[in-house]
């Protein structure tokens, strides 16, 4: 992409995909692709969590990238 937007912060790792909690006021489209900020795709977002004005998203995870990589608190990103 030209150009990513920040999605959401990493939570945690669960069954090998990462829990994130949304930033973007915006709610992800299912199989959105995620990236670091750098444009590197990570993943794409797999499940909506939560209620409509406070949610999570879990993201599954690209071949070759772990959750376990991620720390709380790292940023993620997606195409607009």
């Given at each position: 992409p030209d150009y990513?937007?920040?999605?959401?912060?990493?939570?945690?790792?669960?069954?090998?995909?990462?829990?994130?909690?949304?930033?973007?006021?915006?709610?992800?489209?299912?199989?959105?692709?995620?990236?670091?900020?750098?444009?590197?795709?990570?993943?794409?977002?797999?499940?909506?969590?939560?209620?409509?004005?406070?949610?999570?998203?879990?993201?599954?995870?690209?071949?070759?990238?772990?959750?376990?990589?991620?720390?709380?608190?790292?940023?993620?990103?997606?195409?607009?």
């Amino acid at each position: 992409p030209d150009y990513v937007v920040e999605l959401g912060e990493a939570m945690h790792e669960c069954e090998e995909q990462l829990i994130c909690k949304c930033t973007n006021e915006k709610i992800p489209y299912f199989n959105g692709r995620v990236f670091l900020q750098d444009k590197e795709q990570i993943g794409q977002v797999d499940e909506i969590i939560g209620l409509i004005h406070d949610f999570m998203f879990s993201v599954a995870m690209k071949d070759g990238k772990k959750a376990s990589d991620f720390k709380e608190g790292d940023k993620v990103y997606i195409d607009p």
